[in-house]
């Protein structure tokens, strides 16, 4: 069946650093891919997306480029911020929506 | 983005009661809702998809006569735990979506179930 693949955390940076999460995604069809978010004490938002491959989703700094070639879908942040702290999910969806397992992320000062 | 509420946001009950834990969308019909479960420091489980005036499907392993979805409206959906057991306890969160181009899923704000 459908499933989603990434990293383990927690992810620990210090603030302005580099951040890539990887994610891998195994689908029948042509899924949708997407990021969420879950910020402390928060429910879950969505932080981008991308409907067919070769598709950039991009929001708050924060990348990720549907691959087709690689089912890939990593995310990628050129400088994180405290604020960026969170639980990051990767998701895809073609009749239902199935997520990774979740990634930490601890940005520090 | 749109809102969906979920209702109530913490309970305690206890073993062998059931509960309802709401799913509302606020501000656009969700044609579609999902339900999961997660379980601490793991992630989201998909439990059931349900479609507005259809029965729900559930994933492999998740018991339909335990876990009774109804999505009888396109702004309300609803899971009942029947005969809770403290296995039972975790975080249950609904999303709502409507399919089309730019899906996109919106999701409550989760509900934590503690059985005793």
């Known amino acids: ?109 | 983005g749109a809102v969906v509420s979920q209702h109530p946001s913490w309970v305690i009950c206890k073993s062998g009661t059931s509960v309802k834990i709401e799913c509302r969308s606020l501000d656009f019909q969700a044609t579609t809702m999902f339900w999961y479960r997660q379980f601490p420091k793991q992630s989201l489980m998909l439990m059931a998809t349900s479609n507005e005036g259809s029965k729900a499907t559930y994933e492999q392993g998740v018991e339909k006569d335990k876990f009774l979805i109804n999505h009888a409206s396109l702004t309300l959906s609803t899971l009942t735990v029947t005969s809770a057991h403290p296995e039972d306890s975790s975080f249950y969160i609904c999303s709502g979506a409507t399919w089309g181009a730019g899906t996109e899923a919106f999701f409550g704000q989760g509900t934590r179930l503690t059985v005793v």
């Open chain 1, 1 to 109: 069946g459908d499933s989603v693949t990434q990293m383990e955390g927690p992810v620990t940076l210090s603030e302005e650093a580099f951040l890539t999460i990887n994610c891998t995604y195994t689908a029948t069809g042509y899924p949708s891919l997407f990021w969420y978010v879950q910020y402390p004490g928060e429910g879950l938002q969505l932080l981008l997306k991308a409907t067919k491959a070769d598709d950039k989703g991009s929001n708050k700094g924060f990348e990720a480029t549907y691959r087709k070639e690689t089912t890939s879908f990593h995310l990628e942040k050129g400088s994180v911020q405290v604020s960026d702290s969170a639980v990051y999910f990767c998701a895809l969806c073609t009749d239902k929506l199935i997520f990774g397992t979740g990634t930490r992320l601890q940005v520090f000062p």
